[in-house]
């Protein structure tokens, strides 16, 4: 069973920057794609950014394109979503997934494996 484990969350001020980190306990996830969503009380959770297994394939929400960049060290097995430029709308938990499967994924039902997520919030 693969648990991922999400660090880098806080309280910022709007136009500052956060980086957030995953990394999966108890196997390495080289061969994984991995996400991040997020989630704000009485919505759904929504992909933020997505990776395949590489690094070589990227997608990003509309809403984050320019300010939010996704990478990976797979030799630290870690992923992350460095966040600049934040915006009080950003406020919500980000959860990282994974999934073993190839290529690169943005749905919920795309993903096996979820952290228990880490608040983000930006104060205006």
């Known amino acids: 069973q693969v648990q991922l484990v999400e660090s880098g969350g806080g309280l910022v001020q709007a136009g500052g920057s956060l980086r957030l980190s995953c990394a999966p306990s108890?196997?390495?996830?080289?061969?994984?794609?991995m996400a991040w969503f997020r989630q704000t009380p009485g919505k759904e959770r929504d992909v933020v950014a997505a990776?395949?297994?590489?690094?070589?394939?990227?997608h990003y929400a509309d809403s984050v394109k320019g300010r939010f960049t996704i990478s990976r060290d797979n030799g630290k097995n870690t992923v992350y979503l460095q966040m600049n430029r934040l915006k009080p709308e950003d406020t919500a938990v980000y959860y990282c997934a994974a999934d073993r499967r190839s290529g690169i994924a943005t749905m919920t039902t795309e993903y096996d494996y979820w952290g228990q997520g880490t608040q983000v919030s930006v104060s205006a």
């Open positions: 990776i395949n297994w590489n690094g070589g394939l990227t």
């Open positions: 108890g196997r390495t996830f080289g061969s994984y794609r």
